[in-house]
């Protein structure tokens, strides 16, 4: 069942289904050769299955293209440990898309880590209306707490 649908660019939003992995994946060892200070690619690939099985995942698909981007979701906590879309699909709306899906089905605001070093990504952030609170602290070393609006 289609959650969201942007006619213009094409894509579609949908829950995972198993038989996407692999795409998820591809698009997600792509997305990691942007950030060289993440080293340890295999620990954030066993992250990224360990929740999948296990929290909800959204993918934005497109008829020929595919999977064009995912999310994953820890819904009770409203937090969003992974969106990734792929580079040839960004900015079309596909993060935007995802996120407020994922808000709809959390029924809250949403929250999010992200590197500090990730440059590109704050400022997506930052045009989607999502801010610092003051006193939230990241989990790990180098990364922003965000919430949404
Ligand atoms: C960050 C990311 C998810 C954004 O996804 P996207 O599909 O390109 O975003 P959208 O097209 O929905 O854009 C949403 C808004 O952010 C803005 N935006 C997106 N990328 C931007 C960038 N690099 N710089 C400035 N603004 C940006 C868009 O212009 C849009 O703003 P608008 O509504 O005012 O026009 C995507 O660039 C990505 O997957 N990056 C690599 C992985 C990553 O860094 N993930 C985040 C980990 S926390």
Redesign the pocket.
């Given at each position: 069942m289609e959650l969201m649908t942007h006619r213009a660019a094409g894509w579609k939003i949908r829950l995972r289904k198993a038989s996407d992995d692999a795409q998820i994946e591809a698009v997600f060892r792509d997305?990691l050769t942007?950030?060289p200070w993440r080293r340890a690619h295999d620990v954030e690939l066993v992250r990224l299955h360990g929740l999948l099985a296990s929290n909800h995942c959204l993918v934005?698909h497109e008829d020929h293209a595919g999977i064009v981007?995912f999310l994953t979701l820890e819904r009770r906590k409203a937090y969003?440990p992974?969106?990734?879309?792929?580079?040839d699909?960004?900015?079309?709306?596909?993060?935007?898309?995802?996120?407020q899906v994922a808000r709809d089905m959390a029924r809250s605001p949403l929250s999010?880590?992200?590197?500090a070093q990730?440059?590109?990504?704050l400022?997506?952030?930052?045009?989607?209306g999502w801010y610092e609170k003051v006193g939230q602290v990241p989990p790990r070393e180098g990364q922003r707490r965000?919430s949404g609006p």
């Open positions: 997305c942007d950030f934005a981007g969003v992974h969106l990734f879309v792929h580079r699909w960004r900015f079309c709306g596909v993060g935007a898309g995802l996120l999010l880590d992200v590197d990730n440059g590109a990504a400022a997506a952030y930052k045009a989607m965000l």
